[in-house]
Protein backbone atom coordinates (compact mmCIF):
# COMPACT_ATOMS: atom_id res chain seq x y z
CA UNK A 1 0.00 0.00 0.00
CA UNK A 2 1.36 3.42 -0.93
CA UNK A 3 -0.37 6.92 -0.67
CA UNK A 4 -0.65 9.73 -3.84
CA UNK A 5 0.82 13.22 -3.12
CA UNK A 6 -2.13 15.54 -2.21
CA UNK A 7 -4.72 12.76 -1.42
CA UNK A 8 -3.62 11.75 1.46
CA UNK A 9 -4.68 7.62 2.74
CA UNK A 10 -3.31 4.31 1.54
CA UNK A 11 -3.97 2.86 -1.88
CA UNK A 12 -3.14 -0.43 -3.47
CA UNK A 13 0.40 0.23 -5.52
CA UNK A 14 -0.77 -1.54 -8.66
CA UNK A 15 -3.84 0.92 -8.69
CA UNK A 16 -1.27 3.39 -8.12
CA UNK A 17 0.58 2.32 -10.82
CA UNK A 18 -1.93 2.44 -13.64
CA UNK A 19 -2.92 5.90 -12.20
CA UNK A 20 1.00 6.96 -12.72
CA UNK A 21 0.69 5.60 -16.59
CA UNK A 22 -2.37 7.70 -17.11
CA UNK A 23 -0.25 10.34 -15.51
CA UNK A 24 3.04 9.63 -17.69
CA UNK A 25 0.71 9.86 -20.77
CA UNK A 26 -0.32 13.04 -19.85
CA UNK A 27 2.60 14.78 -19.05
CA UNK A 28 3.98 13.36 -22.44
CA UNK A 29 1.36 14.49 -24.40
CA UNK A 30 1.45 18.14 -22.69
CA UNK A 31 5.61 18.46 -22.95
CA UNK A 32 4.88 17.44 -27.30
CA UNK A 33 2.03 19.46 -27.68
CA UNK A 34 -0.23 16.66 -28.29
CA UNK A 35 -3.73 17.80 -28.33
CA UNK A 36 -5.69 14.75 -29.45
CA UNK A 37 -5.48 11.07 -26.92
CA UNK A 38 -7.19 8.12 -28.53
CA UNK A 39 -7.84 5.19 -26.19
CA UNK A 40 -8.99 1.78 -27.58
CA UNK A 41 -10.65 0.49 -24.50
CA UNK A 42 -10.24 -1.52 -21.63
CA UNK A 43 -9.92 0.76 -19.15
CA UNK A 44 -11.05 -1.40 -16.40
CA UNK A 45 -10.69 -4.86 -16.04
CA UNK A 46 -13.93 -6.19 -13.74
CA UNK A 47 -16.91 -6.02 -15.31
CA UNK A 48 -19.65 -6.98 -12.88
CA UNK A 49 -18.06 -3.85 -10.39
CA UNK A 50 -15.07 -1.61 -10.15
CA UNK A 51 -13.88 -0.38 -6.33
CA UNK A 52 -14.61 3.07 -5.74
CA UNK A 53 -11.10 4.14 -4.94
CA UNK A 54 -10.02 2.91 -8.50
CA UNK A 55 -12.85 4.35 -10.05
CA UNK A 56 -12.10 7.73 -7.96
CA UNK A 57 -8.52 7.93 -9.20
CA UNK A 58 -9.52 7.22 -12.71
CA UNK A 59 -11.75 9.98 -12.86
CA UNK A 60 -9.39 12.51 -11.58
CA UNK A 61 -6.96 11.66 -14.09
CA UNK A 62 -8.96 11.77 -16.83
CA UNK A 63 -10.71 15.05 -15.79
CA UNK A 64 -7.16 16.51 -15.63
CA UNK A 65 -6.36 15.28 -18.57
CA UNK A 66 -9.72 16.55 -20.59
CA UNK A 67 -8.80 20.30 -19.29
CA UNK A 68 -5.78 20.07 -21.59
CA UNK A 69 -6.57 17.61 -24.44
CA UNK A 70 -9.28 15.92 -26.39
CA UNK A 71 -9.86 12.24 -25.37
CA UNK A 72 -11.56 10.20 -27.52
CA UNK A 73 -12.39 6.85 -25.62
CA UNK A 74 -14.06 3.56 -26.74
CA UNK A 75 -15.18 0.71 -24.48
CA UNK A 76 -13.62 -2.81 -24.71
CA UNK A 77 -14.75 -6.13 -23.89
CA UNK A 78 -13.89 -5.36 -20.26
CA UNK A 79 -15.44 -1.84 -20.04
CA UNK A 80 -18.92 -3.61 -20.46
CA UNK A 81 -21.38 -4.80 -17.28
CA UNK A 82 -21.55 -8.48 -18.43
CA UNK A 83 -19.20 -10.02 -21.05
CA UNK A 84 -22.04 -10.35 -23.75
CA UNK A 85 -23.10 -6.48 -23.76
CA UNK A 86 -26.54 -7.95 -22.59
CA UNK A 87 -27.69 -5.64 -19.78
CA UNK A 88 -28.39 -1.75 -21.43
CA UNK A 89 -28.64 1.41 -19.31
CA UNK A 90 -32.21 1.53 -20.21
CA UNK A 91 -33.48 -2.09 -19.81
CA UNK A 92 -36.26 -0.79 -17.75
CA UNK A 93 -37.68 1.52 -20.30
CA UNK A 94 -39.68 -0.31 -23.18
CA UNK A 95 -40.40 2.96 -24.82
CA UNK A 96 -36.72 3.92 -25.19
CA UNK A 97 -35.03 3.24 -28.75
CA UNK A 98 -31.64 4.01 -28.69
CA UNK A 99 -30.04 2.29 -26.09
CA UNK A 100 -26.65 1.63 -25.34
CA UNK A 101 -25.28 -1.00 -24.06
CA UNK A 102 -24.10 -0.23 -19.93
CA UNK A 103 -20.39 0.46 -20.10
CA UNK A 104 -17.74 1.90 -16.95
CA UNK A 105 -17.10 4.55 -19.46
CA UNK A 106 -20.35 6.14 -19.71
CA UNK A 107 -20.84 7.57 -16.24
CA UNK A 108 -17.71 8.74 -16.60
CA UNK A 109 -18.70 10.72 -19.58
CA UNK A 110 -21.82 12.17 -18.27
CA UNK A 111 -19.93 13.38 -15.04
CA UNK A 112 -16.97 14.94 -17.42
CA UNK A 113 -19.57 16.70 -19.44
CA UNK A 114 -21.42 18.19 -16.91
CA UNK A 115 -18.22 20.33 -15.71
CA UNK A 116 -18.51 21.93 -19.18
CA UNK A 117 -14.64 21.92 -19.12
CA UNK A 118 -14.63 18.30 -19.53
CA UNK A 119 -14.15 16.28 -22.66
CA UNK A 120 -15.60 17.08 -26.42
CA UNK A 121 -16.44 13.19 -26.77
CA UNK A 122 -15.88 10.44 -23.71
CA UNK A 123 -16.90 7.08 -24.31
CA UNK A 124 -19.33 8.37 -26.74
CA UNK A 125 -20.08 5.03 -29.24
CA UNK A 126 -23.24 4.50 -30.61
CA UNK A 127 -24.34 0.35 -31.76
CA UNK A 128 -22.86 0.90 -34.62
CA UNK A 129 -19.89 2.96 -34.87
CA UNK A 130 -19.28 7.09 -34.44
CA UNK A 131 -17.64 9.79 -36.09
CA UNK A 132 -15.76 11.81 -34.11
CA UNK A 133 -14.23 15.05 -35.68
CA UNK A 134 -11.29 16.97 -34.06
CA UNK A 135 -10.43 20.53 -34.81
CA UNK A 136 -11.94 20.04 -37.79
CA UNK A 137 -8.80 18.41 -39.46
CA UNK A 138 -8.75 14.78 -38.28
CA UNK A 139 -11.70 12.95 -38.45
CA UNK A 140 -11.76 9.35 -35.84
CA UNK A 141 -14.51 6.80 -36.69
CA UNK A 142 -15.16 4.61 -33.88
CA UNK A 143 -16.33 0.95 -34.14
CA UNK A 144 -17.23 -1.15 -30.48
CA UNK A 145 -16.12 -4.60 -29.37
CA UNK A 146 -18.48 -7.19 -29.92
CA UNK A 147 -18.00 -11.23 -30.06
CA UNK A 148 -20.74 -11.77 -32.31
CA UNK A 149 -18.36 -12.15 -35.95
CA UNK A 150 -21.25 -10.79 -38.32
CA UNK A 151 -21.74 -8.04 -36.20
CA UNK A 152 -18.14 -6.81 -35.97
CA UNK A 153 -18.21 -7.27 -40.11
CA UNK A 154 -21.27 -4.98 -39.88
CA UNK A 155 -19.70 -2.43 -37.60
CA UNK A 156 -16.70 -2.18 -39.67
CA UNK A 157 -18.57 -1.60 -42.73
CA UNK A 158 -21.10 1.08 -41.00
CA UNK A 159 -17.39 2.65 -40.30
CA UNK A 160 -16.58 3.25 -43.89
CA UNK A 161 -20.10 5.15 -43.98
CA UNK A 162 -19.36 6.67 -41.40
CA UNK A 163 -16.03 7.78 -42.72
CA UNK A 164 -17.71 9.07 -46.07
CA UNK A 165 -20.25 11.60 -44.42
CA UNK A 166 -19.86 15.43 -44.03
CA UNK A 167 -16.98 14.97 -46.89
CA UNK A 168 -17.31 18.77 -47.09
CA UNK A 169 -15.81 19.56 -43.93
CA UNK A 170 -11.59 20.17 -44.59
CA UNK A 171 -10.58 16.33 -43.41
CA UNK A 172 -6.89 15.83 -43.34
CA UNK A 173 -6.45 12.53 -42.02
CA UNK A 174 -9.15 9.59 -41.25
CA UNK A 175 -8.84 7.14 -38.59
CA UNK A 176 -10.25 3.81 -37.61
CA UNK A 177 -10.63 3.28 -33.43
CA UNK A 178 -12.13 0.19 -32.89
CA UNK A 179 -11.80 -2.95 -30.15
CA UNK A 180 -11.36 -6.16 -31.38
CA UNK A 181 -9.11 -9.29 -32.02
CA UNK A 182 -7.83 -10.27 -35.40
CA UNK A 183 -6.98 -13.67 -36.29
CA UNK A 184 -3.02 -14.28 -37.00
CA UNK A 185 -2.25 -11.06 -34.33
CA UNK A 186 0.08 -12.18 -31.48
CA UNK A 187 -2.33 -11.67 -28.48
CA UNK A 188 0.67 -10.96 -26.26
CA UNK A 189 -1.01 -12.06 -22.69
CA UNK A 190 -2.18 -15.22 -20.82
CA UNK A 191 -5.64 -13.91 -19.83
CA UNK A 192 -6.80 -12.24 -23.77
CA UNK A 193 -7.91 -15.55 -25.92
CA UNK A 194 -8.31 -15.86 -28.88
CA UNK A 195 -12.24 -16.20 -30.22
CA UNK A 196 -14.07 -17.51 -33.16
CA UNK A 197 -15.50 -13.83 -33.34
CA UNK A 198 -11.94 -12.06 -34.28
CA UNK A 199 -12.32 -10.96 -37.28
CA UNK A 200 -9.88 -11.51 -40.30
CA UNK A 201 -7.80 -9.26 -42.16
CA UNK A 202 -9.39 -8.99 -45.09
CA UNK A 203 -13.07 -7.85 -42.70
CA UNK A 204 -10.85 -4.18 -41.75
CA UNK A 205 -11.38 -1.59 -44.37
CA UNK A 206 -7.63 -0.27 -43.70
CA UNK A 207 -7.95 0.67 -47.26
CA UNK A 208 -10.35 3.33 -46.55
CA UNK A 209 -8.18 5.27 -43.54
CA UNK A 210 -4.92 6.80 -43.43
CA UNK A 211 -4.49 4.50 -40.23
CA UNK A 212 -6.35 2.08 -38.09
CA UNK A 213 -5.69 1.24 -34.54
CA UNK A 214 -7.30 -1.68 -32.37
CA UNK A 215 -7.17 -2.38 -28.70
CA UNK A 216 -7.71 -6.39 -27.10
CA UNK A 217 -4.50 -8.11 -27.72
CA UNK A 218 -1.73 -6.74 -25.51
CA UNK A 219 1.59 -6.86 -27.40
CA UNK A 220 2.07 -3.79 -29.75
CA UNK A 221 2.10 -4.80 -33.36
CA UNK A 222 1.60 -3.92 -36.61
CA UNK A 223 -0.97 -5.85 -38.82
CA UNK A 224 -0.89 -4.77 -42.14
CA UNK A 225 0.77 -1.42 -43.77
CA UNK A 226 -1.30 1.00 -42.05
CA UNK A 227 -3.04 -1.27 -39.25
CA UNK A 228 -1.84 -1.82 -35.58
CA UNK A 229 -2.80 -3.07 -32.42
CA UNK A 230 -1.98 -0.44 -29.67
CA UNK A 231 -0.89 -2.58 -26.79
CA UNK A 232 -0.91 -2.69 -23.38
CA UNK A 233 0.36 0.60 -21.37
CA UNK A 234 1.71 -1.74 -19.04
CA UNK A 235 2.25 -5.30 -17.87
CA UNK A 236 -0.55 -6.42 -15.51
CA UNK A 237 0.77 -9.69 -14.40
CA UNK A 238 2.79 -12.53 -14.98
CA UNK A 239 1.12 -13.79 -17.80
CA UNK A 240 2.00 -9.45 -19.25
CA UNK A 241 5.73 -10.78 -18.29
CA UNK A 242 8.13 -10.29 -21.51
CA UNK A 243 6.89 -7.66 -23.82
CA UNK A 244 7.86 -3.81 -24.40
CA UNK A 245 4.15 -2.16 -22.65
CA UNK A 246 3.65 1.69 -23.29
CA UNK A 247 1.74 3.81 -25.48
CA UNK A 248 2.19 5.26 -29.05
CA UNK A 249 3.18 8.81 -30.37
CA UNK A 250 1.21 9.04 -33.85
CA UNK A 251 1.68 11.98 -36.29
CA UNK A 252 0.16 11.65 -38.96
CA UNK A 253 1.02 13.92 -42.18
CA UNK A 254 -0.33 13.93 -46.02
CA UNK A 255 -1.20 9.93 -45.45
CA UNK A 256 2.25 9.14 -44.09
CA UNK A 257 1.91 7.71 -40.73
CA UNK A 258 5.27 8.04 -38.09
CA UNK A 259 4.73 5.88 -34.83
CA UNK A 260 7.03 6.11 -31.74
CA UNK A 261 6.60 3.35 -29.02
CA UNK A 262 7.18 5.18 -25.85
CA UNK A 263 7.62 2.94 -22.80
CA UNK A 264 5.90 3.79 -19.81
CA UNK A 265 8.09 3.26 -16.40
CA UNK A 266 5.92 1.23 -14.13
CA UNK A 267 7.55 -1.66 -12.35
CA UNK A 268 7.30 -5.04 -14.93
CA UNK A 269 7.24 -8.48 -13.71
CA UNK A 270 10.76 -10.13 -14.44
CA UNK A 271 12.18 -13.95 -13.81
CA UNK A 272 15.82 -14.67 -13.87
CA UNK A 273 18.14 -17.03 -12.48
CA UNK A 274 20.10 -13.69 -10.68
CA UNK A 275 19.42 -11.01 -8.12
CA UNK A 276 21.91 -8.89 -10.78
CA UNK A 277 18.92 -8.70 -12.48
CA UNK A 278 16.71 -7.15 -9.63
CA UNK A 279 16.63 -3.34 -10.10
CA UNK A 280 14.51 -2.58 -6.54
CA UNK A 281 11.43 -2.14 -7.93
CA UNK A 282 9.81 -4.46 -10.17
CA UNK A 283 7.81 -7.65 -9.66
CA UNK A 284 10.74 -10.37 -9.28
CA UNK A 285 11.06 -14.19 -9.16
CA UNK A 286 14.36 -15.62 -8.71
CA UNK A 287 14.36 -19.31 -9.77
CA UNK A 288 17.35 -21.07 -8.19
CA UNK A 289 18.96 -24.82 -7.64
CA UNK A 290 19.77 -23.56 -3.96
CA UNK A 291 17.39 -24.34 -1.81
CA UNK A 292 19.11 -22.38 1.21
CA UNK A 293 18.41 -18.93 -0.59
CA UNK A 294 16.23 -16.21 0.46
CA UNK A 295 15.04 -12.74 -0.24
CA UNK A 296 13.51 -10.49 2.79
CA UNK A 297 12.75 -8.09 -0.54
CA UNK A 298 8.76 -8.36 -0.69
CA UNK A 299 8.66 -7.73 -4.41
CA UNK A 300 11.30 -11.32 -4.55
CA UNK A 301 9.83 -14.46 -4.89
CA UNK A 302 12.17 -17.11 -4.19
CA UNK A 303 11.08 -20.45 -6.49
CA UNK A 304 13.51 -23.03 -5.98
CA UNK A 305 14.13 -25.63 -8.85
CA UNK A 306 15.96 -28.89 -8.12
CA UNK A 307 18.42 -30.73 -10.37
CA UNK A 308 17.01 -32.62 -12.91
CA UNK A 309 16.08 -36.00 -12.04
CA UNK A 310 18.54 -38.82 -13.97
CA UNK A 311 15.29 -40.18 -15.82
CA UNK A 312 15.09 -36.49 -17.61
CA UNK A 313 18.73 -37.22 -19.13
CA UNK A 314 17.85 -41.06 -20.92
CA UNK A 315 19.25 -41.45 -24.07
CA UNK A 316 16.10 -43.48 -25.16
CA UNK A 317 16.78 -45.13 -28.60
CA UNK A 318 13.07 -45.97 -29.26
CA UNK A 319 10.57 -42.90 -28.81
CA UNK A 320 7.48 -45.21 -28.96
CA UNK A 321 5.79 -45.25 -25.86
CA UNK A 322 6.01 -48.87 -25.72
CA UNK A 323 9.89 -48.56 -26.17
CA UNK A 324 10.04 -45.74 -23.26
CA UNK A 325 8.76 -47.62 -20.84
CA UNK A 326 11.45 -50.23 -19.89
CA UNK A 327 14.02 -47.33 -19.66
CA UNK A 328 11.74 -45.51 -17.59
CA UNK A 329 11.35 -48.53 -14.88
CA UNK A 330 15.14 -49.50 -14.63
CA UNK A 331 16.24 -45.94 -13.56
CA UNK A 332 13.01 -45.53 -11.62
CA UNK A 333 12.14 -48.88 -10.09
CA UNK A 334 14.59 -49.26 -7.40
CA UNK A 335 14.20 -52.74 -5.37
CA UNK A 336 10.32 -53.00 -7.05
CA UNK A 337 9.86 -56.04 -9.49
CA UNK A 338 10.62 -54.22 -12.40
CA UNK A 339 9.63 -57.01 -14.79
CA UNK A 340 6.26 -56.80 -13.41
CA UNK A 341 5.95 -53.13 -13.60
CA UNK A 342 7.51 -53.05 -17.19
CA UNK A 343 4.68 -55.62 -17.90
CA UNK A 344 1.94 -53.84 -15.81
CA UNK A 345 3.34 -50.05 -18.29
CA UNK A 346 2.35 -52.07 -21.62
CA UNK A 347 -0.82 -53.40 -20.56
CA UNK A 348 -2.30 -50.04 -19.03
CA UNK A 349 -0.87 -48.70 -22.01
CA UNK A 350 -2.13 -51.11 -23.85
CA UNK A 351 -5.77 -50.40 -22.68
CA UNK A 352 -5.27 -46.79 -23.13
CA UNK A 353 -4.69 -47.19 -26.81
CA UNK A 354 -7.43 -48.86 -27.31
CA UNK A 355 -9.36 -45.95 -25.26
CA UNK A 356 -8.46 -43.23 -27.15
CA UNK A 357 -9.25 -45.04 -30.12
Known sequence: MESVPGWGGLYNSRLLDAYYVLQQIHTYASDHNIRNILFGGDLFHQRQMIHKTTYALVYFRLYWMSRFHEITMIPGNHDYADRKGNISLFSTLPNEVNCLNETALQPMEWILSSQKRGLEK??????????????????VVTVPYTEDLEQAKKFLKQAVRSKHFGLNKKIECNILLAHQGIQGGRVGSDYVLVSPGDVQLSDIPYKDFDACFFGHF??????????WFIGATHEHNWGDSGGKRGFLHVTINNGNVDIKRIETSVPKFVTSDTLDDYNGKDFFRLVTKDPTVTCADERV?????????????????????????????????????KKALTELGKSLLSDAKGEVL
Do not use: F, T
Request: hydrophobic fraction near 35%; charged fraction near 30%; glycine fraction near 4%.
Open 218 to 227: HEHQQICENA
Open 301 to 337: EVIYQPEESESADLEVENLDPDGMIEPWVDANGSDLD
Open 122 to 139: LAAVSLEGEEIVHEKYAR
